[in-house]
């Protein structure tokens, strides 16, 4: 439990005699992960708490357990969704959460339904980028929540990746996650998330279908170099048929070549290369389309079909 999250789960045990302790959490943490596999047995000699295991054993001072806050009530409006789900579109979202303090509502993800459409939308923006990703629900109401990515990328952690169903729980001014024994709980994040829907371009002037691996693994090879001077920057050609990628520092310069298929117009643009490649490092479809509109506006991401993800990377303004 800390200021915002909190988490509680149950286990099997044989209990001899019930009660209740607080202990830190760090430390026992580090203790039982250090003993070997097998049971643990715990013991309360007046204020001390002992955790025995086959070989190994350990004390710990115990806290005062009534002074530990409740754990919040279960409310709100519930849906259910796959767990593997859940965490894709956590994990391909949660990269592009702003990491800064002073736009807290941005370091959450927007979750957002729409029973409509039988849709459910997580996205991030950290004002370079965009990330959105959409799966089926089923859902009556229309729900908007912005939730803490840190909490989020926990308890995508926590709940694994078995093909079964958790459940999300909205009420007014917290989310609950429920997995089995397990419920994770966190406060919204307070303030007006961007109209994300305003800022996406609907037109393009170049539209260029490419393969995700290729360009994730010339990016890659761009930032070897980029990287060194902090910028990250790397430079785009996109021609009829392939699009060229460059990259220079003072230890020197790289070029790589990728084939694509264009329409449109040939472009110059350029970009920092890190927050493409984390783009394409959780993209799994093996072709998609990147559509620009000029040099100075944000380049979009999307699927071949479908809507399931559409990602925005804003350009770097450098000399034409």
Do not use: W
């Given at each position: ?138 859902c009556k109401e229309k729900l908007r929540a912005v939730i803490p990515a840190k909490t989020l990328k926990e308890a995508s952690r926590i709940i694994g990746d078995e093909d079964s169903d958790i459940s999300l729980y909205f009420s007014q001014g917290a989310f609950f996650i429920t997995c089995e024994d397990t419920i994770i709980y966190t406060r919204l994040l307070d303030g007006e998330f961007m109209n994300y829907e305003s800022i996406i371009p609907r037109e393009y ?116």
């Amino acid at each position: 439990f800390d200021t915002t999250t909190a988490i509680k789960t149950s286990v099997y045990a044989e209990v001899s005699e019930p009660g209740q302790t607080a202990i830190p959490a760090r430390v026992f943490y580090d203790i039982v992960s250090k003993f070997p596999a097998g049971e643990i047995c715990f013991e309360r000699e007046g204020t001390t708490i002992l955790v025995k295991g086959e070989n190994s054993k350990a004390s710990l001072q115990e806290m005062d357990a009534e002074q530990f806050p409740s754990f919040p009530a279960l409310e709100g409006e519930q849906l259910s969704i796959n767990r593997r789900v859940f965490r894709e579109m956590v994990d391909k979202t949660a990269f592009s959460a702003y990491m800064g303090e002073d736009k807290p509502i941005f370091t959450g993800l927007l979750f957002e339904t729409d029973p409509d459409a039988g849709r459910i939308h997580v996205v991030g923006i950290d004002g370079i980028r965009l990330a959105k990703n959409s799966a089926p629900i089923s859902c009556k109401e229309k729900l908007r929540a912005v939730i803490p990515a840190k909490t989020l990328k926990e308890a995508s952690r926590i709940i694994g990746d078995e093909d079964s169903d958790i459940s999300l729980y909205f009420s007014q001014g917290a989310f609950f996650i429920t997995c089995e024994d397990t419920i994770i709980y966190t406060r919204l994040l307070d303030g007006e998330f961007m109209n994300y829907e305003s800022i996406i371009p609907r037109e393009y002037k170049t539209r260029v279908r490419i393969e995700g691996k290729m360009i994730a693994r010339s990016l890659e090879l761009m930032l070897v170099l980029a990287k060194e001077d902090g910028s990250n920057l790397i430079r785009m050609e996109i021609g009829n048929s392939s699009l060229r990628l460059g990259s220079a520092s003072e230890y020197g310069a790289a070029q790589d070549e990728v084939p694509i298929f264009m329409e449109g117009e040939v472009l110059k643009i350029a970009f920092n290369a890190k927050y493409l490649l984390d783009v394409f490092r959780v993209v799994e479809d093996k072709e998609v389309f990147m559509e620009f509109d000029s040099r100075l506006k944000p380049c979009v991401i999307r699927p071949i079909e479908g809507d399931k993800f559409l990602y925005l990377v804003v350009p770097v303004n450098v000399a034409s």
